[in-house]
């Protein structure tokens, strides 16, 4: 588990503890004394237990005798009293200060209260405490007066149990802590020790305490945790030289080590916060030329400095000491590697290990050359070579991997198997050493410890591996070869299946190796997830060439391939994109090749925007070309000469230590392809001085370029950039555990990190990872808040088996996971006997039978907190509504207007009832019925003790309403249960309610609020007049479907409420004043509803006053006045008219008024004219009096607005303004003048403060904005503009001549002119400068140039000292030695030879001409040299690399003439060894060989040939031996020289062929033979024998046996063939004689002689029977039929049964044989059909009609015949119970009247060839797949079989 060394390092500092007792104060040295001498137990008020958290520890008790011992013989106290009562003691070491030892008080014997001194103090500990254990008698033999004083010891050396020596010795104390179990851990472990241990004693604290106590406590570390922990304690130990043996050092060695890996967390946590990487940290503070150790000096010049190191606890001797792992006082640059390697953090998977070695070392290989391998050996290769700084956690799972990937060895003898059991049932089990085979298994096929939760962190891993081995893989068949094509992009962008098409390629090819050692669905998500962001990155592509389309349209070079794996690009790779922050990166590139690493259409760019030629020109490098990490977002700029930016700085250098220089070769220059090694830097890094409590940044973005440099500064960029991230690779930390706790169908998960103490700070995580894995379904996962330490989970599927695991995880992967398990509970059965007590209006009275169990009981709440019990009962209430039943749709449950009114809300078209309707429905069920949920708690039933029957109240019901009471259930914890029957029952209606009355047509009408419900069918009513005796009630009873809907008011408005119409003439008489009182009840199926409310109702005509109110409004409405109108209605509100078109009428008159009266008041409050206007003209077409003063207003606002719009310059429009603000016109209207009158302020003040600024552009500007205003400034800045312009004109020409005086002359007259253009002023001063400072700087250039003597440097200088106006006469000088320097390199160019060239060098360094030129010459005369030289060493590799080296230099044609001949001869011999060595030719190879040791060729050089010919002797004598033994066709000797001739690889494979054949007869043929014999059968043995004695046939000894046990079968079965025909003649028993002839043609054909003339009279005699029993019958018949007896019947026959296949062989016993009906055929049906088609081909003559071509009888012969034969050959590959047929007729040639021939069937020639439908059923025990690919594979077997050498021009093929 990730991060287990350093909590058992906090686990192991919490149980014991190291005191050094010379830094204790004098106090706490006296506490000390006293802890010892009272029973070792420390109190916990304390110095130790504040200072040191020692509180009620122990103390170890032979290292107290040995403390007490060194005390004892210490130096003595200087006792003298003081005023201060202060004791110095000082022991004589230098390095320990003077103690000052404070006043304390001590109680005297007697109770006094009188300060002591220390010394005092220790006087009376020593008399007062008597001894009360062995603490207490060790400190009592201390003498009263010696020091206190420690010593430290190593911890290496044994315990200390005796006096310890004395001097400067120093002594450490340990502390046990009683209350932890690691406190008293034995000395050392084995590992099955360690491991029980650790599970045993280091348990999970328990989250939940209200828990029962069912299961045991959770261990923390799992059985796999412990063995790594233990491997990884191990390489620690041995790392550091604590230990060297197999077991585990647990006492004072385990403290050391703890000391330690806490010292180098802390040191290592500094280094990172100090600088960028470990080798920056090295070249800082330790690299000095010519030292290759560390010493303590260096140590302290790092603590020096740096970062503030206040939180860190660690001195310069500790780190020294934890350093220096052999003890020998210095510190080499290895041993500092591994041991910060020892503290590093683990990384989560290894994965991105192996894909680092598999980039470094190609394809499955790990770069060890060594056999075995142990942990420590991996570490230090890890470490010291790879520097990978792999902590010992990772190498103790690299190498269980490594180890499980490789299965032990099969044991090859007893001894073996011995010492295999013995490994297995030892106590250190496991592998002490692995290969390195099994290294390069596990980087071919990693493995993977996360198996779930994938895509979080191993998708991406994985999708860069794929990457990664993409390119490995062809590099390794190529070592140029580019990423396959489904592995970048060209210009087009792929479609869906395309896409699919191209990913399902690249994975088959290279995905399926790296997740072979997963599970498929394991690798399944691991394909799915890379699928998914194979899709993403051609998504991006496709974006990005969306956004630089404008660049691709301008022609501009971007680079249109794209890697669809960012870690790799054009010309950079790395396995990853993703790297760890310290970590050593493999870094690949290549600049030479066929192509780049994208393909062969690719374009490398330089400096993003040059394209390159390929292979990249080695000069474009430069001097220094490097590999490096830099910050994202560098751009090329091509401004001041060119170069890179990083936003606005500049960006021309890296640093060192984030750069790598390319390899470089022999000669010196940069290798063209290789590798690099770049370390990440930290994440962690803070700047110097500052806090360490900062947070460091968790991932960050780099780019890995390749830069061009030269003299150590960057000029320019090849390729694309690597997008990298770098992230700090400490990972969360591990969960401790995973609890949980049921509650029903509701989990409650508790989880808890591991207490790192405060060394866990820098592990924090960024979520928590939760798994949900159901016994049943699918698995999902959760993420959470990292702070969370408990999740609920509910309604889980009951009954059901839960797996849950939980980590935390963060950037740098995930932590170790905790599981945990449980089974939800069952459900109960259904209640029993639901029935109803009694029924109310709004209530039921319910009874039933309690469940007979509940829940599980398999589960015996094992899961469960508390016991299980019913918690409440539910039930489903539905409404049996009848019309819901009738309606066609179902409830419109939208919250929409338009469908809210068409279910009657808001439309007084649709009947109250079915709106009614409509709005209470409520809930709906799936089917469209109204039900809710009733839930009873236990509170609220009662339940009979003995019978268990249940009553409860059902309430909340609605009147008038069927109901059905479905689906009561048993809720326990885990939810409802089973359902029992359903129970219908009604409510009685709701009482009707009155809510007015009317009188219309002579019907009295009542309008119902309530109509009782839905479901009433009658009513009744009663009307009395008030006052009246009961007796005179008026009663009518009327069905519901009297009801009347959207009957029309008075008004003309629709009534919306339901009437019930009673006859207006039976109603009681009654006089205007008096009132009638009314009641109604309804009815339904249950019965009647209480009585209403009693309704008063007044009587009033109706006809009266209506003819007045008409006239009336006829008036008003003639005249129409607002006042009028509305009094007129007001009367007549409430009559009821004939005719309301009267009232309409004037109604819409009113509100024509009142609103053109109110829009007029609006419009002149407002004061728009438009409005106004508008306002005025609708008032005078609706005659509205009084206008006048509207129109007033309207033409005084009308004159104000045409000022404000006529007003020109500034004061006209001021006063206009001014006019507009006393009449309040409109915001809008004087918004827009004010907006004018400021613009022309404006204006004004830029024109003014144009001329002041003196600048051309401000000027037109402002005058452009001034034009058409008539300002007054306007004419004087028109002629300063003019003035201006003429100056900067003469300036700017100036700027463009770039000439000196007029330059200079421009500048003046600006300065006269006033003109203020001060950038274009202090550019032409800048230019001015810069040509004088130019003419100055290429003066002395050239003055330094002439010295230097480079004729190609001269040219230029002089070039661009004519440009900077140089003196004439010194470039004339500088020229004169230009040309002769010319004149000594083109001497030099011309020489040939080494005497010529000799001396044309040594002219030229005689005129000094540069070294960098000469250089050049020099290396072609050292080639030349060197050839010499070559050609005498008869080597043609040597002599071809000294010819390409010269041709590399430049040497000249000629002089390599006689070089190139004599390698023209060589190679020319050479190649002829190797050809004929190649193709196995001995007596040539034999004639090379001669001739090449004659023309000089060495004999390192035929080292091969030799090799060859020795090997082909040794094959010919194989192949001799082979054919002597086919002569003998012994299989024995046989199967040997075979064995011999494969061993060798024999030349002659016919010859071999011939053998395998030969022994695979032989074989068979004995083993025939062998079963025949035994069989005994003799028809097999007949065969058996024919079969032997076939060529090739068995050797006679082996067929001897065969032969006389065939003869004895022959003769007994001669014997019984005659006797059995004998008995049957003499019982005339023809049926029996047919069945013996039938048995002697059958033995005949195994070889038996049988006697002819006797089976001759058998038949005979057979006939004679035969004819003698049917006379017999027939006389039997017709005695039968004369006596009239009846026919006897047949026997019963047998009912059919199921046919079977009888096998072939022979049957001992009796055989029962029952026949089925006629019809039925038995056969043996194929298990497989193979379908096919025999295509030939077939050289067609003229075309014919249709489709067929009219062939020659020659043609169609070959034609079938090569058919048949292939059928032919199809037969004898398959098995011999397989069946071949054919599905169509060969085609058959019938000759016409006309003599042309024709086909009969139906197969024709198409476009030249005919096809055959085959079919092959398949019977024997091989697969169909198996079959086809027989058939088709070309193999040479196929060879064989079907490429027949062509007859002539004409051939055939098949395919």
Not at 762 to 791: A, F, N, V
Request: hydrophobic share 40%.
């Amino acid at each position: 588990m990730p991060t287990c060394l350093l909590h058992f390092c906090a686990e192991w500092r919490r149980a014991r503890q190291v005191v050094q007792v010379h830094a204790l104060d004098a106090e706490t040295k006296l506490e000390l004394i006293n802890v010892i001498s009272s029973g070792g137990v420390v109190g916990c008020d304390g110095n130790l237990a504040n200072n040191f958290g020692l509180g009620f520890w122990e103390v170890d008790e032979a290292e107290a005798v040995a403390v007490t011992n060194a005390l004892g013989h210490g130096s003595t106290f200087s006792a003298a009293a003081t005023a201060n009562d202060e004791v110095d003691t000082n022991d004589g070491g230098d390095t320990l200060a003077e103690d000052s030892v404070a006043s304390s008080k001590a109680a005297a014997p007697g109770g006094g209260g009188k300060k002591l001194g220390a010394m005092s103090a220790l006087k009376v500990l020593s008399k007062t405490f008597a001894p009360r254990s062995p603490f207490a008698s060790v400190a009592s033999m201390a003498s009263p007066e010696s020091s206190i004083m420690s010593t430290v010891q190593r911890a290496t050396a044994p315990r200390a149990t005796a006096v310890a020596p004395r001097g400067n010795d120093k002594l450490s104390l340990l502390f046990r802590n009683p209350s932890h179990p690691l406190s008293s851990i034995q000395e050392e472990c084995t590992k099955e020790e360690f491991v029980t241990m650790i599970r045993r004693e280091l348990l999970a604290e328990r989250l939940f305490t209200d828990y029962n106590s069912r299961s045991d406590d959770q261990p923390i570390a799992s059985l796999q945790d412990a063995e790594d922990l233990f491997e990884a304690l191990m390489i620690f130990q041995h790392a550091s030289n604590l230990s060297t043996g197999n077991t585990l050092q647990t006492g004072r060695t385990m403290d050391e080590l703890v000391k330690r890996h806490d010292v180098l967390f802390q040191f290592r946590s500094l280094v990172e916060k100090d600088t960028a990487t470990l080798t920056t940290f090295l070249n800082t503070y330790f690299y000095i030329p010519k030292v290759t150790y560390i010493n303590s000096e260096a140590i302290h010049h790092f603590f020096r400095g740096g970062i503030n190191k206040e939180k860190y606890d660690i001195t310069v001797d500790d780190v020294y000491g934890a350093l220096d792992e052999n003890y020998d006082g210095k510190i080499d640059i290895k041993e500092f590697q591994r041991q910060l390697a020892l503290v590093a953090p683990p990384r989560t998977s290894i994965l991105e290990l192996v894909c680092q070695l598999e980039m470094k070392h190609g394809l499955g290989r790990c770069g060890i050359s060594a056999s075995s391998l142990s942990r420590m050996d991996l570490f230090d290769h890890m470490c010291t070579v790879e520097k990978l700084s792999p902590s010992p956690e990772d190498i103790a799972r690299v190498f269980r991997a490594a180890a499980a990937s490789t299965p032990p060895p099969p044991p090859s003898s007893p001894r073996d198997m011995k010492a295999i059991m013995a490994a297995m049932t030892s106590k250190d089990s496991g592998p002490k050493e692995i290969s390195s085979n099994d290294l390069n298994k596990l980087i071919s096929s990693p493995a993977i410890e996360v198996t779930w939760g994938i895509e979080g962190h191993l998708v991406q891993g994985f999708y860069d591996a794929l990457g990664s081995r993409a390119l490995v893989f062809e590099r390794n068949r190529s070592r140029d070869a580019p990423l396959p094509a489904e592995a970048y992009l060209d210009s087009r962008i792929p479609k869906e299946d395309q896409i699919e098409e191209r990913f399902s390629r690249l994975w088959e090819r290279y995905g399926t190796g790296l997740v072979s050692a997963m599970n498929s669905h394991t690798g399944s998500l691991i394909k799915e997830g890379c699928y998914e962001r194979y899709k993403q990155e051609i998504q991006k592509i496709a974006d990005w060439r969306k956004a630089h389309s404008s660049e691709l349209r301008r022609g501009q070079q971007v680079s249109m391939h794209k890697s669809l794996f960012p870690s790799i690009g054009d010309v950079l790779a790395t396995p990853t994109g993703r790297l760890v922050a310290g970590q050593t990166c493999i870094v690949r590139y290549r600049l030479q090749g066929p192509c780049s690493l994208w393909g062969p259409g690719h374009t490398v760019l330089k400096d993003e925007r040059e394209a390159l030629q390929w292979p990249v020109p080695r000069k474009v490098l430069g001097d220094t070309p490097f590999v490096a990490i830099v910050p994202p977002g560098l751009s090329w700029c091509a401004a001041g000469g060119g170069g890179f930016y990083l936003g606005s700085q500049a960006f021309n250098s890296v640093d060192p230590n984030l750069r790598a220089d390319l390899p470089r070769s022999e000669t010196g220059q940069p290798l063209m392809y290789g590798h690099v090694e770049i370390s990440m830097p930290s994440l962690a890094r803070a700047s110097r001085g500052a806090s360490a409590n900062q947070a460091p940044r968790k991932t960050q973005p780099f780019e890995i370029r390749m830069f061009c440099s030269s003299k150590q500064r960057i000029v320019g960029c090849i390729g694309d950039a690597l997008p990298i991230t770098v992230w700090n690779q400490v990972p969360p930390p591990p969960l401790e555990s995973l609890q949980l706790r049921v509650e029903g169908r509701s989990v409650a998960l508790r989880w808890a990190p591991l207490d790192l103490a405060e060394r866990g700070g820098d592990s924090q995580p960024d979520c928590l990872r939760l798994l949900i894995r159901p016994s049943s379904g699918d698995e999902k996962t959760l993420t959470m808040d990292p702070d969370s330490t408990e999740h609920e989970l509910q309604d889980l599927e009951k009954d059901t088996e839960y797996e849950f695991r939980a980590r935390f995880e963060n950037a740098a992967g995930c932590g170790k996971d905790c599981g945990a398990i449980c089974r939800i509970n069952a459900s109960c059965p259904p209640p029993a006997a639901l029935a109803v007590a009694s029924v109310n209006t709004a209530q039921v009275e319910l009874r039933w039978t309690k469940p007979t169990k509940i829940g599980n009981e398999t589960t015996k709440d094992a899961f469960q907190i508390t016991p299980e019990c019913i918690r409440c009962y539910t039930a489903t209430l539905r409404v049996e509504d009848s019309f819901l039943e009738e309606s066609e749709e179902p409830a419109n449950e939208t919250n929409d207007p338009e469908s809210a009114q068409a279910n009657g809300e808001g439309n007084p078209h649709v009947s109250p009832k079915k709106a009614n309707r409509t709005k209470t429905r409520g809930k709906m069920s799936s089917d469209g019925i109204m039900e809710r949920t009733c839930t009873w708690d236990p509170n609220t039933w009662k339940e009979e003790k003995h019978t268990g029957i249940i009553s409860t109240t059902l309430t909340g019901l609605r009147p008038d309403t069927k109901y059905s009471l479905n689906f009561l259930r048993a809720v326990n914890s885990v939810g409802p249960g089973a359902p029992c029957s359903p129970l219908v029952f009604w409510t009685i209606p709701l009482t009707p309610r009155i809510d007015k009355v009317r009188v219309r047509q002579g019907q009295v009408l009542l309008a119902l609020s309530e109509i009782g419900g839905l479901c009433v069918q009658k009513y009744s009513i009663s009307v009395l007049k008030e006052g009246a005796r009961e007796d005179r009630t008026v009663s009518w009873t009327l069905s519901v479907e009297d009801l009347q809907y959207e009957n029309q008011l008075e008004s003309g408005e629709q009534q919306t409420l339901p009437e019930l119409p009673l006859c207006f003439a039976e109603m009681p008489d009654a006089s205007n004043s008096e009132k009638h009182c009314i009641r109604i009840r309804a009815s339904n199926a249950g019965g009647w509803s209480e009585w209403s409310q009693v309704y008063l109702s007044t009587a009033i005509a109706r006809q009266q006053g209506a003819d007045l109110a008409q006239a009336a409004l006829i008036a008003a409405i003639k005249d129409p006045k607002i006042e009028v109108l509305e009094e007129v209605l007001k009367n007549s509100k409430g009559i009821e008219f004939q005719d309301y078109s009267y009232v309409n009428q004037a109604k819409a008159l009113l509100t024509r008024l009142k609103e053109v009266r109110n829009a007029l008041a609006e419009a002149m409050r407002a004061r728009d004219p438009d409005e106004i206007r508008q306002a005025l003209k609708a008032a005078v077409e609706e005659k509205l009096p009084n206008l006048q003063k509207a129109e007033t207003l309207l033409e005084k606002l009308d004159s104000i607005v045409h000022k404000l719009d006529t007003a020109k310059g500034i004061a006209p429009l001021r006063v206009a303004i001014k006019a507009g603000e006393s009449t309040k016109l409109p915001a809008h209207i004087m918004d827009v003048a004010h907006e004018r009158l400021k613009a022309r302020e404006v204006a004004q003040k830029g024109l003014e403060h144009a001329m002041e600024a003196a600048r051309v552009a401000d000027l037109e500007s402002a005058l452009e904005v001034a034009s058409g205003m008539d300002l007054p400034g306007e004419p004087h800045a028109r002629e300063k503009l003019q003035l201006l312009d003429s100056t900067q004109a003469a300036l700017m020409k100036a700027m463009t001549t770039k000439v000196i005086p007029d330059l200079s002359t421009a500048l003046t007259l600006a300065g006269k002119s006033g003109l203020k253009e001060q950038k274009l002023i202090a550019e032409a001063r800048s230019l001015l400068g810069k040509l004088m400072n130019r003419r100055e700087n290429v003066q002395k250039e050239l003055e330094k140039a002439t010295e230097y003597r480079h004729p190609g440097k001269l040219k230029t200088v002089i070039i661009s000292a004519r440009l900077a106006q140089v003196n004439l006469q010194k470039i004339v000088t500088a020229d004169n030695i230009r040309k002769r320097a010319d004149e000594l390199v083109d001497a030099m160019a011309r020489a040939v030879g080494l005497e010529e060239r000799a001396d044309s060098l040594a002219a030229a360094a005689a005129f000094k001409i540069p070294k960098e030129l000469l250089q050049e010459f020099e290396d072609q005369l050292e080639a030349l040299q060197h050839l010499q030289k070559a050609l005498g060493e008869g080597d043609p590799e040597e002599l071809r690399r000294r010819i390409r080296r010269c041709d590399d230099t430049g040497v000249k044609h000629q002089e390599l003439l006689e070089a190139r001949v004599v390698y023209r001869d060589w190679g020319a011999a050479y190649q002829k060894v190797e050809v004929e060595a190649a193709i196995l030719r001995m007596e040539p190879l034999r004639q090379a060989l001669k001739a090449a040791k004659e023309i000089g060729l060495s004999d390192n050089n035929l080292t091969y040939g030799n090799a060859q010919l020795r090997s082909l002797e040794i094959r010919v004598k194989a192949e001799k031996d082979l054919a002597v033994a086919l002569d003998a066709r012994n299989l024995e000797k046989l199967q040997k020289a075979v064995n011999g001739a494969c061993m060798v690889s024999a030349f002659d494979y016919q010859l071999v062929n011939a053998a395998h054949e030969m022994i695979e007869a032989l074989k068979q043929k004995r083993a025939d033979l062998s079963v025949a014999v035994d069989l005994g059968e003799l028809q097999t043995l007949y065969d058996a024998v024919q079969f032997a004695q076939a060529k090739p046939a068995l050797p006679e000894s082996e067929v001897n046996e065969a032969e006389e046990l065939l003869d004895e079968l022959q003769q007994a079965e001669l014997y019984e063939l005659t006797h059995a025909m004998d008995k049957a003649e003499a019982a005339k028993d023809f049926r029996t004689g047919a069945a013996l002839l039938d048995r002697a043609l059958r033995v005949e054909r195994a070889g038996v002689k049988l006697p002819k003339l006797v089976f001759k009279q058998a038949e005979q005699w057979m006939k004679e029977a035969q004819a003698e029993q049917r006379e017999q019958l027939e006389q039997d018949i017709l005695k039968r039929r004369q006596a009239g007896m009846e026919m006897p019947g047949p026997d019963k026959v047998p009912e059919p049964i199921t046919s079977v296949v009888l096998p072939t062989g022979c049957v001992a016993g009796e055989l029962q044989v029952v026949y089925e009906p006629p019809g039925a055929s038995i056969c043996t049906l194929p298990r497989e059909i193979v379908e096919a088609s025999i295509v030939v081909n077939i050289n067609s003559g003229p075309e014919g009609s249709g489709s067929s071509v009219v062939v020659t009888p020659e043609q169609e012969k070959e034609a079938m015949a090569f058919v048949g034969r292939v059928l032919e050959l199809i037969s004898r590959l398959i098995g011999p119970t397989d069946e071949v047929k054919q599905l169509a007729e060969l085609p058959e040639m019938i000759q016409g009247e006309s003599g042309r021939h024709h086909r009969r069937c139906s197969l024709g020639v198409v476009h030249g060839r005919v096809e055959l439908p085959i079919v092959i059923y398949i019977r024997d025990a091989h697969r169909s797949l198996e079959v086809a690919d027989a058939i088709c594979r070309r193999c040479h077997l196929g060879t064989d079989l079907w490429q027949e050498p062509p007859k002539d021009a004409n051939s055939r093929g098949a395919s």
